[in-house]
């Protein structure tokens, strides 16, 4: 996830969110009563779901979130398939079912090999010398291709009412720079398989000298790891802000031509860029300098047909997926097709199918009680800011400034994207993503100069997921992720604030995270907190690492807390402040007990429910590698340990594994 007046709810609104009956919204049939909930929670609200649940052969996992996106494919593959089956379906539709069509021709696809490519590889290989790198990288970067360096347009962090150009490092075909760097077995046995799997896809472009060519990739990629900054520094909004001209960006990374880059990639008018990891440019404008133009036009080559196999034939889509999902997530089987070609046409024109999607499966009474409960939590935030017993009044003034201009987007954007100009072809898969790619690209450079669009949405209604954004200091809840077990609206209020309720808590805790509490409510990185309040702050945000830290889900390999943080910090805020909001709700009464179970537990279930997940161990480890999320079973439990009102519910008591002791939980905000 991207980091993400009501003083009592009346029973008029309760009912609302339940029916005149509640259930208790808690899935029963998973509840495993042979493990003791003071000892394992998770393993008790999820224990049945565990055991008879097998991963499927084509995941690398299996929880709540996959489960709601296999149960909405269907839904998006009757749109995109009555879109290409409708010949009289107007423009949007009628380029929705060109692209499924074009994604599905699998004989035309055969047929071509990888033809499709044949332009963009004549451009590689016919470099003459490096003076052309900087516009062939942009040129790449266009269509989607990953080169050393990636060039975006967005808010300037320091001055949100702006747009501005973006420099970050990129590059990597591992998805780490530990996966070259570190000597563990793991990483050693994956590097040698990356060596063969490149030299294959070089082999069956037709390169006579694939397996030196892979050699010399593989040398020129471990030496940008090497300059590159890890995740754990890239966490940091401060250091990753750093504005210069492209005059200055020459100094700080000489014997590139960044003006050139600036000029093909379509900024080069912009007053200034904004570096993210100005060392990295200096190591990777050396990298090249040092590197043969033979090495340099293979690395673009390998880039070049990494990014576009899954869309050539098969032999390209199977090799392709032999590595990229069964060696590095431990994934049996691919996709279906239909699968594949859905997400494609999402990839490409996904709004354009998420304005069906909500017109004929989010009814317009759910987007409304959500609005409602999103108040409820911005409400709870309010007041647990104001009774903040670690925090000074100067520093809550400022929060409660930042909370009153916080934006909630709840279901669907206001304003549909316009795909006017994008061209697709029913017999041209390779071509479409080429031109998606590009019209992507070309509509956020159209920003520079322009009043930032607020409308806009870096998700599709139909994504099971939320974000929160620090320059717009808004959290955005597409309307697929607002169903059950996240949002039931048939079940007691209990677990919906457990559920929804604390993933909504966790979206706005980014905004007051490590990272998005630097930013004000304007979206602007600005330091509003007073030094005393600061050092507090990471006093108990050092608690929640050194937590995380001891968790260890295979030998050897444990979750990265300093990594996990603005993630840990947004669980641990989502469910204090949606238990706070929950407590409101009940106006002072007490909780029903449904299915002999109190408002308490249900809302503590109701949140294990929400994490519930099985993991192959190799997406496992990857996952511990390029985070920042912990693994669902220790959201579950990592959060709730701190609270004392679960201790209380469970009757969890020293000796318990579960028990923390007072002075050790942590609450933050």
């Given at each position: 996830?991207?980091?993400?007046?009501l003083?009592?709810l009346t029973?008029?609104l309760?009912?609302?969110f339940?029916t005149?009956t509640?259930?208790?919204?808690?899935?029963m049939?998973?509840?495993d009563?042979?493990?003791?909930?003071?000892?394992?929670?998770?393993?008790?609200?999820?224990?049945?779901?565990?055991?008879?649940?097998?991963?499927p052969?084509?995941?690398p996992?299996?929880?709540?979130?996959?489960?709601v996106n296999?149960?909405?494919q269907?839904?998006?593959?009757a749109i995109i398939?009555?879109?290409r089956?409708?010949?009289?379906?107007?423009?949007?539709a009628r380029k929705?079912?060109d692209?499924?069509?074009?994604?599905m021709?699998e004989a035309?696809?055969a047929?071509l090999?990888?033809?499709?490519?044949?332009g963009?590889?004549?451009k590689i290989r016919?470099?003459?010398?490096?003076?052309?790198?900087?516009a062939l990288?942009s040129?790449?970067s266009?269509?989607?291709v990953a080169?050393?360096?990636?060039m975006r347009?967005?808010?300037d962090?320091?001055?949100?009412t702006?747009?501005?150009?973006?420099l970050?490092?990129?590059g990597?075909?591992?998805p780490?720079r530990?996966y070259?760097?570190?000597d563990?077995a793991?990483?050693?046995?994956?590097?040698?398989?990356?060596?063969k799997h490149?030299e294959?896809?070089?082999?069956m472009?037709?390169?006579?000298?694939?397996?030196k060519?892979a050699a010399d990739i593989m040398?020129?990629e471990?030496?940008?790891?090497?300059?590159?900054?890890s995740?754990?520094?890239?966490r940091?909004?401060?250091k990753?802000?750093?504005?210069?001209?492209?005059?200055?960006?020459?100094e700080?990374?000489p014997?590139?031509?960044?003006?050139?880059?600036?000029d093909?990639?379509g900024?080069g008018?912009a007053?200034?860029?904004?570096?993210?990891?100005?060392?990295?440019?200096t190591?990777?404008?050396r990298?090249?300098?040092?590197a043969?133009?033979?090495t340099l036009?293979s690395?673009?080559?390998?880039q070049l047909v990494r990014?576009?196999a899954?869309?050539l034939?098969?032999?390209f889509?199977d090799?392709?997926?032999a590595f990229?999902?069964?060696?590095l997530n431990g994934?049996a089987?691919?996709?279906?097709?239909?699968?594949?070609a859905?997400?494609?046409?999402?990839d490409?024109l996904?709004?354009a199918?998420g304005?069906?999607?909500?017109?004929?499966?989010?009814p317009?009474?759910?987007?409304?009680?959500?609005d409602?409960?999103v108040?409820?939590l911005?409400?709870?935030?309010?007041?647990?800011?104001?009774t903040?017993e670690?925090?000074?009044?100067e520093?809550?003034?400022e929060?409660?400034?930042?909370l009153?201009k916080?934006?909630?987007?709840?279901g669907?954007p206001?304003?549909?994207?316009d795909?006017?100009?994008?061209?697709?072809k029913?017999?041209?898969?390779?071509?479409?993503?080429?031109?998606a790619?590009?019209?992507?690209?070309?509509r956020?450079l159209?920003k520079?100069?322009?009043?930032i669009?607020?409308e806009?949405?870096g998700?599709?209604p139909q994504t099971?997921?939320?974000?929160y954004?620090s320059?717009?200091n808004?959290?955005?809840f597409p309307?697929a992720i607002?169903?059950p077990?996240?949002?039931d609206?048939r079940a007691?209020?209990?677990?919906n604030y457990g559920?929804i309720?604390?993933?909504?808590?966790h979206?706005?805790?980014?905004?007051?995270?490590?990272?998005?509490?630097?930013?004000d409510?304007?979206g602007?990185?600005?330091d509003?907190?007073?030094a005393?309040?600061?050092?507090?702050?990471k006093?108990?945000t050092?608690m929640?690492?050194?937590?995380?830290?001891?968790?260890s889900?295979?030998?050897?390999?444990?979750?990265n807390g300093?990594?996990g943080l603005g993630?840990?910090?947004?669980?641990?805020?989502?469910i204090?402040?949606?238990?706070k909001?929950?407590q409101?709700s009940?106006?002072?009464k007490?909780?029903?007990v449904?299915?002999?179970l109190?408002?308490?537990q249900?809302?503590?279930?109701g949140?294990?429910?929400v994490?519930?997940i099985?993991?192959?161990?190799?997406a496992?480890?990857n996952?511990?590698?390029?985070?920042?999320?912990s693994?669902g079973m220790y959201?579950a439990?990592?959060?709730?340990i701190n609270h004392?009102a679960?201790?209380?519910?469970?009757?969890?008591?020293e000796g318990d594994k579960m028990?923390?002791?007072?002075k050790?939980?942590?609450?933050?905000w």
């Open positions: 996830m991207k980091r993400y007046l003083s009592t029973l008029s309760m009912a609302a339940a005149a509640p259930t208790s919204g808690i899935e049939q998973y509840v009563p042979s493990v003791r909930v003071q000892d394992d929670f998770f393993g008790y609200v999820n224990g049945k779901w565990l055991k008879t649940t097998e991963i052969a084509d995941k996992s299996y929880g709540t979130g996959a489960m296999d149960a909405i269907p839904q998006v593959r398939e009555a879109a089956d409708d010949k009289k379906a107007g423009p949007e929705i079912g692209m499924y069509a074009s994604y021709d035309k696809r047929q090999g990888y033809k499709p490519l044949a963009e590889l004549a016919g470099m003459k010398d490096k003076k052309a790198l900087p990288m040129r790449l266009m269509i989607g080169t050393p360096f990636g347009v967005g808010q962090a320091r001055e949100s702006r747009y501005a150009a973006y970050g490092q990129r990597l075909g591992l780490d530990d070259y760097l570190k563990e793991r990483m050693v046995d994956i590097r040698a398989k990356y060596l490149m294959t896809i070089l082999g472009v037709g390169r006579a000298d694939a397996a060519a040398a020129f471990t030496e940008l790891a090497k300059v590159q900054w995740r754990v520094e890239n940091d909004p401060v990753r802000y750093n504005k210069m001209t492209i005059a200055k960006l020459a700080t990374a014997g590139f031509d960044w003006k050139a880059a600036a093909a990639a900024m008018k007053d200034y860029v904004i570096v993210a990891q100005p060392t990295y440019m190591g990777m404008s990298a090249i300098d040092q043969e133009l033979a036009k690395y673009l080559e390998w990014a576009y899954p869309y034939s098969k032999p889509v090799e392709n997926f990229y999902r069964t060696t994934v089987q691919n996709l279906p097709l239909w699968k594949r859905v997400a494609g046409v999402e490409a996904g709004e199918v304005k069906q999607y909500v017109t004929q499966h989010f317009a009474e759910r987007k409304a009680r959500m409602t409960l108040k409820n911005v409400e709870a935030y309010r007041q647990s800011i104001e903040l670690w925090m000074g009044p520093t809550k003034k929060a409660q400034a930042k009153a916080f934006t909630p987007k709840i669907y206001n304003k549909w994207r795909y006017t100009t994008l061209a697709i029913p017999n041209d898969l390779v071509g479409n993503m080429m031109r790619s590009t019209f992507d690209y070309k956020g159209a520079l100069g322009k009043p669009d607020r806009e949405w998700m599709t099971v997921n939320a974000y954004s320059t717009m808004e959290i955005v309307a607002l169903q077990p996240y949002f609206m007691d209020d209990a677990v559920a309720g604390a993933v909504i808590g979206e706005i805790g980014h905004g007051f995270d490590d990272s998005g509490s630097q930013s409510g304007d602007n990185l600005r509003w907190w007073t005393q309040d600061r050092a507090r702050f006093e108990r050092q929640l690492v050194k937590q995380y830290s001891a968790y889900p295979l030998p050897g390999y444990n979750v300093q990594l993630e840990n910090i947004g669980d641990n805020s989502g204090f402040i949606a238990h909001a929950y409101i009940l106006g002072g007490p909780a029903p449904i299915d002999g109190t408002g308490d249900r809302f503590f279930m949140w294990a429910q994490w519930r099985k993991m192959r161990d190799e496992m480890i996952q511990l590698k390029v985070g920042p999320h693994p959201r439990s990592g959060a709730v004392p679960f201790h209380e519910a469970f009757g969890i008591k028990y923390v002791a007072p050790d939980r942590v609450s933050i």
